[in-house]
């Protein structure tokens, strides 16, 4: 079946402009995730839903960064007032379930964001 | 802050087997050890877990020390294709997988 897309997969911005990214998860997961990936660095988590609600936003830099999930399928991580410094690629992960130990994450390929 | 240690990079022959380490000395009862890798511009790949018994699947074989302050992801008869940024991460009850630098593996032929 068809895995994790996200769109677009590279987006050039200019500093103080706002960008929306888009994310399709697995149908039938119930988990979605946002990440951040910086060159030669690990993934960083921003943000996890649960369904259509934002269980975890812990990880979002500032208030410049919001995602919403309303209907608890396709997600959006919208980043308002660009700066330099968001220039990453952007991971969206889904999974089934969090019950007990398994929790295989499902990644897309990413969205390369480059804020001139 | 990320629990493993890995080396920043490893080398291994085409065919042959690849063993990479990861330490987590600090890893507590309930949680999990787990290998995803990440191929040049793609997304992770969920590769292998487990808790405290050695595992094994399709891609992989993971072999945990008693301690559980150690594990070992074996790649039986690596690849070119294999050539990616292996990662190593321990999870606890909650959902956050906390990312090292993980380990640059190059298969060369």
């Known amino acids: 079946g068809a895995g994790v897309s996200q769109t677009p997969s590279n987006k050039v911005t200019e500093k103080g402009k706002y960008v929306e990214l888009r994310c399709d998860p697995i149908?039938?997961?119930?988990?979605l995730y946002w990440y951040r990936q910086s060159l030669g660095q690990g993934p960083e988590f921003l943000i996890y839903?649960?369904?259509?609600?934002?269980?975890?936003d812990s990880g979002l830099p500032n208030d410049r960064f919001f995602a919403v999930r309303p209907e608890g399928s396709v997600s959006t991580l919208k980043i308002q007032r660009t700066e330099r410094g968001d220039s990453a690629v952007y991971l969206c992960?889904?999974?089934?379930?969090?019950?007990?130990?398994?929790?295989?994450?499902?990644f897309g390929p990413g969205t390369r964001l480059t804020v001139l | 802050d990320a629990k493993t240690t890995q080396p920043p990079s490893m080398d291994c022959a085409e065919g042959r087997a690849a063993n990479l380490p990861c330490n987590h000395s600090?890893?507590?009862?309930?949680?999990?050890v787990y290998w995803y890798r990440q191929i040049h511009s793609q997304g992770p790949q969920y590769i292998i877990h487990?808790?405290?018994?050695?595992e094994t699947n399709e891609m992989a074989s993971l072999i945990i020390t008693e301690d559980r302050k150690s594990s070992t992801l074996i790649l039986p008869h690596a690849t070119l294709r294999d050539t990616a940024v292996y990662y190593c991460?321990?999870?606890?009850?909650?959902?956050?997988?906390?990312w090292g630098a993980g380990t640059k593996l190059i298969i060369k032929p």
């Open positions: 600090t890893i507590s009862g309930n949680e999990y």
């Open positions: 839903f649960q369904g259509t609600g934002a269980a975890d």
């Open positions: 992960a889904s999974s089934l379930s969090l019950a007990g130990g398994y929790n295989e994450q499902f």
């Open positions: 487990g808790l405290k018994n050695n």
């Open positions: 991460i321990v999870r606890g009850s909650n959902y956050q997988l906390i």
């Open positions: 149908s039938g997961h119930t988990a």
